[in-house]
């Protein structure tokens, strides 16, 4: 049922496919001016453990039952691409890096040059909060999965890239795949809700290869008032972004029927380019906390396909109180890292339960659909076989000129009907001719006697 829902809620999108749509504009689901951290907390729920300022700030660990989690995994085995502006050379992200490549054209070929000029430290946010080692004595920021793996994947947005962004996008994500990514995280939107048509293949190339797409929905403040693509495509899981106290931002997240889940998306940390620490909004943070307890659920679960990790995840989620389920503000609830990882009643699902993105291509991309079985009574279609090739045949006949086949059937049977009548006709007439020469004869000789006697 959720799956038939899905597939027709995104439906609706389809329609738009046919209409001029502006120029795609990309953007990044953030606060674009985050500032830098302070000593106590900027934040009013504090860890347990304040004495070290900043781990003290990073209130969703315990508040969303990541350490809990930890207990557990804090997700060993995993691999998560991070398609951004790239992931810059830090003493937290470095161990943590295991490949990388650039497709905006203007990076480094390892993706470890920031891209851009307003939002290269993006990128570099992102990694922080999925998967940052913690300094020593274990202090410092600290990622949600700090044994997991990045794939540092840079791409660029307008004039930072020398490439089209659909393009970029698309051979990021199946290198991302190719690469052994088990986790894809896309903390991006766009102003529209449908998307390039090679975009289709791309990310049903992820689905094919077993591998969970986080998207971020996007943020009000940033102009985008509801979910734009990536985050409407049948197969991601779309993350909201809630505040402190786990009401909907109204600045730092959006609303849309495709959202699956929500995290914090308000005082955020990250870690920059240089190495200090900032403080940072955005559903582009929202959907790296996800993407990091899906990590943990995989590591703890490697059993389990991606399907049934996003089942997971949005079958643990915390419902709000008053809110639908799913809601447009929330899905199906906060985000719990612990009961994700832990929970032992989960049901199993065969499709992934945020809907198919091939059978929405088959229905509104109009692709050929699967043959209809007979019905009862229906008068079958018999398959005539194809005839042979024509073989060359000679030039056509003048149709003025005789042939033979028009003398020997036409000319002949004609000439041996009409010639007897014609001759006929000819000796009735010479016979006519002659008597009618007698006749003028003989009155011509009486007319001459007649002169004759006259005279004398």
Known sequence: MKRALTIVIVGVF???????????????????????????SSTPTPSPTPTD????????????????????????????????????HTASLD??????????????????TPVGVKDANHGTYVASLLAARPGAGDTGMVGVAPEADILAISVGFGSSATVPFVDQLADAIVWAVDEGADIINLSLTTNQLSWD?????????AFDHDVVVIVAAGNRGS????????????????????????????????????????????????????????????????APIVAGVAALVRS?????????????????????????????????????????????NVTHVDENPMGSLAEWVRIYRRADAPPQPQQPGEVPQVQIPELPPVEGQA???????????????????????????????LGVTAAARSIRSARESRTSSNDHSKELSSRA
Do not use: C
């Open 14 to 40: 389809a329609a738009m496919l046919s209409l001029s749509a502006p120029a795609m504009a990309v953007e990044l689901a953030e606060d674009p001016t985050p500032t830098p951290s302070t000593t106590e």
């Open 53 to 88: 300022p900043i781990r003290g700030a990073e209130y969703w660990l315990d508040g969303y039952g990541i350490t809990e989690a930890w207990k557990t995994t804090k997700g060993d085995g995993v691999t998560i691409a991070v398609i951004d502006t790239g992931v810059a």
């Open 95 to 112: 161990p943590a890096v295991v490949g990388g490549a650039d497709f905006s054209g203007a990076g480094s070929e390892d993706g470890r």
């Open 197 to 205: 048509q090679s975009w289709d293949a791309a990310f049903q190339y």
């Open 223 to 286: 102009g985008t008032s509801v979910v734009g693509a990536p985050a409407t495509i049948p197969g991601v899981l779309t993350v909201a972004g809630v505040d402190p106290t786990g009401k909907a931002s109204l600045g730092a997240s959006t609303q849309g029927i495709t959202i699956g889940v929500a995290a914090p998306s308000e005082e955020l940390l990250g870690i920059a380019p240089d190495g200090s620490v900032v403080v940072w909004d955005g559903t582009s943070g929202a």
């Open 300 to 344: 703890a679960h490697p059993d389990l396909d991606a399907a049934n990790v996003i089942q997971r995840l949005i079958a643990t989620a915390t419902p709000v109180p008053g809110a639908a389920t799913p809601s447009p503000l929330y899905g199906y609830g906060l985000i719990d890292a612990k009961a994700a990882v832990t929970a032992t």
């Open 395 to 425: 030039p056509k006949p003048n149709p003025l000129m005789p042939s033979l086949e028009s003398i020997r059937n036409g000319s002949i049977p004609l000439i041996a009907v009409t010639l007897p009548g014609i001759l006929l006709a």
